[in-house]
């Protein structure tokens, strides 16, 4: 089962204007990371937060944790048309036998209008 | 960090065949993972690949379906058998960055399509 959803599921916006996009979660998780998809291509890894993290930025991106909440968000700054995609997040989790896998959300479509 | 190739990137096939998916890691990597996304979907794990080992399936996945191979530390493949219409999506194989990294790096993706 999705451990993740992402909200909203679809956005577009203007080039040029920031791109907030939010990710809740069920269980605890040790880390969360975040991912590019373009045009049903493999997927891009873009950060990972850990769970003892608040923060993080990357260039123009910029990620939050709040473990309370059991959310995440990715922000976007001065978004560029080639920043149209799906964004995923992928949390952590233990899966048959213990193995380690990622549970991913829905993702979030964005479109960049020109 | 892990460069991820896979072969084929796309691939028609008819109702009932079977395909194998490789996938190739430029390092030595000690798991590598399997994933399936459906169209419009997200990505769901099939099943976790360790070299050496039987790989492990995620519940409702078998390995009558998904056969896994795993010769090496690099080196991986998927087969998807008996295939039907259903079997149509993306599969796309991962594996850590490296060994000391939560960091899950994936391959391109092979777009399947069964008529």
């Known amino acids: 089962s999705q451990q993740g959803e992402e909200d909203p599921q679809a956005l577009s916006i203007q080039e040029g204007e920031n791109a907030t996009m939010n990710c809740s979660y069920k269980t605890s998780i040790n880390n969360l990371q975040w991912y590019r998809q373009n045009s049903g291509r493999g997927l891009v890894h873009l950060i990972l937060i850990r769970s003892n993290e608040r923060e993080k930025h990357s260039g123009r991106l910029r990620v939050t944790l709040d473990t309370s909440k059991k959310s995440s968000s990715l922000l976007i700054t001065a978004s560029r048309a080639a920043d149209t995609a799906s964004y995923f997040c992928?949390?952590?989790?233990?899966?048959?036998?213990?193995?380690?896998?990622?549970?991913f959300g829905q993702g979030t479509r964005l479109t960049i209008n020109p | 960090s892990a460069v991820i190739s896979q072969k084929p990137s796309r691939d028609i096939c008819q109702r009932g065949t079977s395909l194998t998916i490789q996938c190739q890691v430029d390092?030595?990597?000690?798991?590598m993972f399997w994933y399936r996304q459906q169209p419009g979907q997200s990505l769901t794990l099939i099943a976790t690949a360790n070299q050496g080992s039987e790989a492990t399936y995620e519940s409702g996945f078998v390995i009558d379906k998904f056969p896994i191979s795993r010769p090496n530390l690099t080196f991986s493949t998927l087969t998807v058998s008996n295939m039907s219409p259903e079997d149509s999506s993306i599969y796309l194989c991962s594996s850590l960055r490296d060994t000391f990294s939560d960091e899950q790096f994936f391959g391109p993706g092979t777009r399947l399509t069964v008529l």
């Open positions: 992928a949390t952590d989790s233990v899966g048959v036998q213990g193995a380690q896998k990622l549970v």
């Open positions: 390092s030595q990597v000690t798991m």
